[in-house]
């Protein structure tokens, strides 16, 4: 099929040379499934033996189809000398398409009538029974008892090694080369550099095959990049100047390649649509042509150099992004794989340890209850965080894989990983609450220091009950930035219900320096305002306390010791105890205002004053008691 696109798109060159080497990859196909056939007639003949795994054998080879795996444990001997095989008819139908491949170099020639033969005679298999002796006869190589479909894979193999020998007079880096010119082969050794160091992060996927010719006064190289049969990239090279000539199914993958070679300036033409009978199931295809007009030899080197490293980034491409959809948003789901590009890690390695079944094993495990069915990583975590959770991932399967590290170690990795972020949260959000703590301080001392300057004159109230304005409202804004981490993240609505109450307190005391102005211009002082200043040095103190408390808290969900836990608890007592002396220094204010007041209009100001100071230790005290319940899992 390759050789078909590369006709479609016009690079006819290699055209011979590529249907070698895809009959040459269809030859390991077709003898792995007459392996599999043999193995199903022996296990439907002893099933008390252990069944064979041919796993690892059949991702070697190319097959992606995984239903084949079922093909040899589900063998049962039937009636009448026949076995049921699983997915016999599809198998069969596989194995007679990779010897047909196998014979398209040869077309013309004496396998002809062989082939037509033997597929000819390929045994009928209704609702998966089969002839036992059918299939043994099809997969004997024993020349002696007549030819086979067995033989047949083996003589058109040997034909095409012969072929490719003729073809191919020697091998350069790992591609087959074709009457290359002096100058072709530093410029072709520079690409097939790139792409043998890349070229493990493929893994047990197929593909990467290099062929390359020079025709027309170019060097022409060509690159099966995967198994995807309207896949293909070819590179031509004359002079200085280097041209891309790409072909996808996929226009964001055809994206994904021209943003990893932005560093070099590539003139891209317009993008071109196609559809060729037989490829790509008859979907249509892109085209794109890329051309790089270098200054020289080096960077022209340096170009192909780079363009053959990234080729293995394109396999299973789009796969990986949609793996990633439970994960990550849209962009920055490419973002994650141009990052895992330019890293060198790439994305084969999380697909081979199951993709997307890699993170939600470990969030199964990890996120203690705070996701559910259908929530996706970034939504609860927010983007960052699911950002570097998948960029982890990415980073440990790689390198994982390639260091030969067991899965189970691989697997436990990640859940450390991901367990390291969901508890991380907790300690995010009570370093917000600790932020939230500081500005009720700044606010109380506002308006201690308000209640002095009205005992001694100063003024500034005004200045000040601004100033606290401002400090509320930053205060509502981090309540904004909780409600909508415990939206993602709803098992922490304990933090949101702790900082609300805390809020409360804001709240009160900015209404406090705002109250303050209009008590000074009511002529305050005496006893009563003395009540006051003592009943504001409470909250300051009260807030002071409130940040410890906070402070130890984070410092407990941490590397947790019995002394933070316990600085918690003496904070929090600390709150609760200054809640008591507010309400009765807000009793002793009432009482020396009663008394005191002047006026109708002082008697108002110095309750409501009261009442709302009172009111912001009574928000403290509740915070401190969610804080209490929080930290010791009530």
């Known amino acids: 099929m390759k050789s078909e696109v590369l006709e479609a798109i016009g690079a006819v060159d290699l055209r011979r040379a590529t249907l070698v080497n895809a009959a040459l990859a269809a030859n390991e196909r077709a003898k792995f499934l007459l392996s599999l056939l043999q193995f199903a007639l022996a296990h439907a003949a002893h099933p008390e033996q252990a069944v064979a795994d041919l796993r690892r054998e059949r991702l070697v080879c190319g097959l992606a189809e995984s239903w084949l795996d079922e093909v040899v444990a589900g063998a049962r001997a039937a009636a009448a000398g026949r076995v049921q095989v699983p997915h016999a008819e599809a198998a069969l139908q596989k194995l007679a398409a990779e010897v047909t491949a196998m014979a398209a170099p040869l077309a013309g020639g004496p396998f002809d009538a062989r082939l037509a033969a033997l597929l000819a005679a390929m045994p009928a298999c209704p609702d998966g029974l089969v002839e036992a002796a059918a299939v043994a006869a099809m997969t004997d190589a024993m020349p002696s008892r007549g030819d086979s479909l067995h033989r047949l894979v083996m003589d058109l193999h040997k034909a095409l090694n012969r072929l490719q020998a003729e073809l191919a007079r020697e091998t350069l880096d790992g591609a087959a080369v074709y009457g290359l010119a002096d100058e072709d082969r530093p410029r072709l050794a520079a690409f ?7 070229a493990p992060l493929k893994f047990a996927h197929p593909g990467l095959g290099t062929t390359a010719t020079r025709a027309g006064g170019r060097l022409v190289i060509q690159n099966d990049i995967g198994t995807t049969d309207a896949h293909v990239i070819v590179v031509t090279v004359a002079g200085f100047k280097a041209q891309i000539t790409y072909a996808d199914v996929h226009p964001r993958r055809l994206a994904f390649l021209r943003a990893m070679l932005a560093r070099f300036e590539v003139s891209w033409g317009a993008e071109e649509t196609r559809q060729v009978a037989g490829l790509a199931g008859g979907a249509p295809f892109h085209l794109a042509i890329g051309v790089l007009e270098a200054a020289g030899e080096e960077e022209l080197r340096a170009y192909l150099n780079f363009l053959g490293s990234r080729l293995v ?25 141009e990052w895992a590009a330019g890293e060198e890690i790439g994305h084969r390695g999380f697909l081979e340890l199951g993709g997307a079944a890699l993170i939600n094993q470990a ?10 069915f259908g929530d996706r990583l970034c939504d609860v975590l927010g983007d960052a965080a699911a950002t570097e959770l998948v960029r982890f991932a990415l980073r440990i399967a790689s390198e994982g894989l390639r260091a ?10 990640v859940r450390a990983e991901l367990q390291t972020h969901f508890q991380s949260e907790g300690r995010r959000l009570l370093r917000l609450a600790s932020e939230h703590a500081g500005l009720v301080f700044e606010i109380a001392t506002l308006v201690r220091d308000g209640i002095s300057a009205a005992t001694t004159g100063d003024g500034g109230l005004g200045r000040r009950a601004r100033r606290a304005g401002r400090f509320e409202h930053e205060a509502d804004l981090l309540v904004v930035q909780m409600r909508e981490a415990v939206r993602r993240r709803p098992d922490h609505e304990a933090m949101l219900r702790l900082l609300e109450a805390a809020d409360d307190a804001a709240d009160q005391l900015e209404e406090a320096a705002f109250l303050l102005e209009l008590l000074t211009e009511a002529g305050a002082g005496g006893g009563p305002l003395a009540c006051l200043a003592a009943l504001a040095d409470l909250l300051v103190e009260n807030a002071e306390e409130w940040i410890k408390a906070l402070g130890h808290a984070a410092a407990a969900a941490g590397d ?8 918690f608890l003496v904070a929090i007592d600390r709150v609760l105890a200054l809640e008591h002396a507010a309400d009765d220094a807000e009793r002793r204010l009432r009482l020396e205002a009663v008394q005191q007041a002047g006026n109708f209009r002082q008697l108002y100001l110095y309750a409501e004053v009261g009442r709302v100071l009172e009111e ?6 509740h915070a401190g008691l969610i804080a209490r319940d929080v930290m010791l899992g009530a």
């Open 616 to 621: 912001a230790a009574d928000a403290l005290k």
């Open 313 to 337: 980034f394109l396999i299973d491409w789009n796969r990986a992004r949609k793996q990633l959809r439970g994960f990550l948003r849209a962009p920055e789901r490419v973002a994650a794989l």
């Open 560 to 567: 947790a010791t019995h002394e933070d836990a316990d600085d």
């Open 363 to 372: 969030i199964e495990t990890a996120s203690g209850g705070a996701m559910h």
């Open 192 to 198: 097939m550099a790139g792409l043998n160091r890349t």
């Open 404 to 413: 030969r590290q067991s899965l189970g170690l691989i697997r436990d990795r």
